[in-house]
């Protein structure tokens, strides 16, 4: 089970790279990337790795997430510079929607890695002071922080000096907002993930004691 949410969070990351390039508006007073939709539930990952497989499974994806987006950077970079087909007639677009400015990549990579880091480390020791009670409590807190953390310093890096600084703390406070929402809304989610992965795991372990 391990293997397939380090699947999910990896395509998940890549895909809110992807999506990155796009505004939504939701009514009149929140404006979000539509990479926000999906990167979100990254961090539900995360929670249910550290809950079932440890604090250090969860690091491991984390760099796996961080080593992959690197890639996808370069690749795609690559993928740019070569010569269209000549008949090929949307180079323009392919890059406008792939590129993406020095800033905005440098603030998505560390605010990546501080954030998703924090998440792990602060529902490690809210489940080393817990044990397995208090799922929820975890979770929401770990994810709670990191957003916050991931917010900030993206927005910060990606746009500081671009705009008023109250249109700053504004885009920061209604992007948090959003994603203080959806990280109670998942809480469901992280509980039905870690069920299935403690079954799964002691399924193996049964498994593994009836071959031995």
Known sequence: MLLYLNGAFVGLLILSNILAVKLISIGNWVILPAAVIVYVFTYPITDTITE???KNAARKTVMTGLITQFLAI??????????????????????????????????????????????????????????????????????????LVDTTIFITIAFYGTMPFGALIGLILSQYSFKFVVAILDTPLVYLLVTICRRETAKQSVQGAVSA
């Open 52 to 54: 079932v497989y440890g």
């Open 74 to 147: 370069i690749f795609i970079y690559v993928t740019m510079k070569l010569p269209p087909a000549p008949f090929y007639e949307n180079q323009a677009a392919f890059e406008t929607i792939f590129s993406a400015g020095f800033r905005v990549t440098l603030a998505s990579l560390l605010s990546f890695l501080i954030s998703q880091n924090l998440d792990v480390t602060v529902f490690h020791r809210l489940k080393k002071r817990h044990g397995e009670k208090k799922l929820w409590i975890r979770n929401n807190a770990s994810t709670m922080i990191s957003q």
